[in-house]
């Protein structure tokens, strides 16, 4: 079983991507992050709807600035890896988001 990343790099991530999705996504009020199992399981909590969005889970490459990509398919609920618009299967997290939050979310501000 994979391990999640230590405290800190938790805590790191979460504040990267709730400011980058904040200031990208003005109906995004918040972004939620559950670690389990050696990936971050990302979800947006919009202004104006009840419940959160799921986004994508992203896999502990053992380090803070490259994870791998796994979409969150609305239609089945299931997470799908996937490839970023950099046509890699890994990267920052704040690409990871971007590019799922392109699809699902409104027009960027």
Do not use: I
Request: proline letters at 7%; a neutral charge; hydrophobic letters at 35%.
């Amino acid at each position: 079983m994979s391990k999640n990343p230590p405290e800190s790099m938790q805590r790191h991530l979460r504040n990267r991507l709730n400011a980058h999705a904040t200031a990208r996504w003005p109906q995004v009020d918040s972004v939620e992050v559950r670690f389990r199992s050696g990936f971050a399981y990302v979800e947006a909590q919009l202004k104006d709807k009840d419940g959160p969005v799921p986004l994508c889970s992203l896999r502990f490459t053992g380090v803070l600035h490259t994870w791998g990509f796994a979409l969150h398919l609305a239609s089945t609920g299931k997470y799908e890896d996937n490839f970023l618009s950099s046509g890699l299967p890994a990267g920052s997290p704040e690409d990871c988001v971007t590019c799922v939050g392109d699809l699902y979310l409104d027009t960027p501000a």
